[in-house]
């Protein structure tokens, strides 16, 4: 029997113990956050806004019609610096199409969190997906594929055929190196979301021809890394 890929992920559990959204605002209110900020429907732009003014808190909302969405930004008045600072970011940070750790770590600082809080936010997220603005692709390779890779410094997959497989609805288990069949490697890497979307569609599973490998190298956002035993390297 072939190993099934899926047993290495399992769904995301829901958080627990995340403030709701009344701490936040007790929270800046206090001065222990400087700025909070929700996405949500007009009903909730009307709660926050009344909550926020419950606690002399200034709200700020800003519509953005390319994701239909609305934000709230609730801060004081002294912070309100920010509020522009943190849209400007989103204005420029695409540039070159993508997002990056650079930007990332400057929206957290924005929203209040310390440098302890943003280098272990950036290490969770690097450990969940190869590159920002991507999607994530997988194999499973054996030694002689490795080798391969590894011989072109894992720039790409080479010019073998390879399988790729996506996991758009679960988390990889913290188990999952002690899960893998002898001899093999879980690969990942970050591609252009169109090319992938183009050459995987809907399917969570697909054996690719070298001239498509080809392609998928081409569109690659990241090195290929490999699972270890102390995360993915």
């Excluded at 929700?38 to 519509?63: I, P």
């Excluded at 199409?97 to 302890?116: M, P, T, V």
């Excluded at 054996?142 to 072109?152: K, Q, Y």
Aim: hydrophobic share 45%; aromatic share 8%.
């Amino acid at each position: 029997m072939s190993f099934d890929p899926a047993r290495l992920f399992e769904r995301p559990r829901s958080p627990r113990g995340v403030s709701s959204d009344a701490v936040e605002l007790d929270a800046v209110a206090a001065g222990k956050k400087p700025m909070a900020m929700f996405v949500g429907d007009d009903d909730e732009v009307a709660q926050w806004s009344a909550h926020a003014g419950t606690r002399n808190l200034v709200a700020t909302c800003h519509a953005d019609p390319k994701l239909g969405e609305v934000h709230v930004f609730v801060t004081r008045a002294d912070q309100l610096w920010r509020i522009p600072a943190y849209l400007a970011l989103w204005e420029t940070a695409f540039v070159d199409g993508r997002w990056s750790d650079a930007a990332e770590n400057l929206a957290s600082f924005l929203l209040g969190y310390s440098k302890a809080e943003r280098k272990a936010w950036l290490a969770r997220q690097r450990h969940a997906f190869p590159a920002w603005t991507a999607a994530t692709v997988y194999a499973l390779l054996t030694d002689p594929e490795r080798a391969v890779i590894e011989g072109l410094g894992r720039r790409c997959f080479g010019s073998q055929p390879v399988t790729l497989f996506t996991r758009r609805d679960g988390v990889l288990k913290a188990s999952a190196v002690t899960q893998l069949p002898r001899g093999q490697t879980l690969a990942r890497a970050g591609l252009d979301v169109a090319t992938a979307h183009r050459l995987l569609g809907t399917a969570t599973t697909r054996a690719l021809t070298t001239k498509q490998v080809a392609t998928i190298n081409a569109a690659m956002l990241s090195n290929v890394q490999f699972l270890t035993k102390s995360g993915w390297r």
